[in-house]
Nanobody
Framework: QVQLVESGGGLVQAGGSLRLSCAAS????????MGWFRQAPGKEREFVAA????????YYADSVKGRFTISRDNAKNTLYLQMNSLKPEDTAVYYC?????????????????WGQGTQVTVSS
C-alpha cells in the first residue's frame, strides 16, 4: 500500500517562504516521477511542479516558475517543494502525487497515488 504524507504547510505573509515535504512509503520511491498539485476553494486541482524518477529533470507551471523549486531525496524517500516569494494567489491545499511512470506529467490522471494534502495560506 503506497502512502504519501505531506507536511510543512502553514500561514505565511506575502513574500515569505515555506518548504513542503512529502514522505513516501509502500513501493520503490526512486522508480517513479513525482509531482505537486494544488487546489484552491472552488477551483479545480492544478499542476504545480514535477520531477523525474532520478531528479535531473523538472517541470513547472508558469505561475510558479522562478519562485518554486521541486527536489527529491531518493535515499530518504522524500519529495520537497521549496516555495519562495509567496503570493496570496498561492493559497491552496497542496498535494504530492506519485506517477505511474518514471517520466513526469502535468495531468492528475497521470498520477496513481496521492497524499492527503497540506494547507498553505498566504496573507496579503
Amino acid at each position: 500500500q503506497v502512502q504519501l504524507v505531506e507536511s510543512g504547510g502553514g500561514l505565511v505573509q506575502a513574500g515569505g517562504s515555506l518548504r513542503l515535504s512529502c514522505a513516501a512509503s509502500g513501493r520503490t520511491f526512486s522508480t517513479y516521477a513525482m509531482g505537486w498539485f494544488r487546489q484552491a476553494p472552488g477551483k479545480e486541482r492544478e499542476f504545480v511542479a514535477a520531477i523525474t524518477w532520478s531528479g535531473p529533470s523538472t517541470y513547472y507551471a508558469d505561475s510558479v516558475k522562478g519562485r518554486f523549486t521541486i527536489s527529491r531525496d531518493n535515499a530518504k524517500n522524500t519529495l520537497y517543494l521549496q516555495m519562495n516569494s509567496l503570493k496570496p494567489e498561492d493559497t491552496a491545499v497542496y498535494y504530492c502525487a506519485q506517477s505511474s511512470s518514471p517520466m513526469y506529467g502535468s495531468r492528475p490522471n497521470e498520477y496513481a497515488y496521492w497524499g492527503q494534502g497540506t494547507q498553505v495560506t498566504v496573507s496579503s
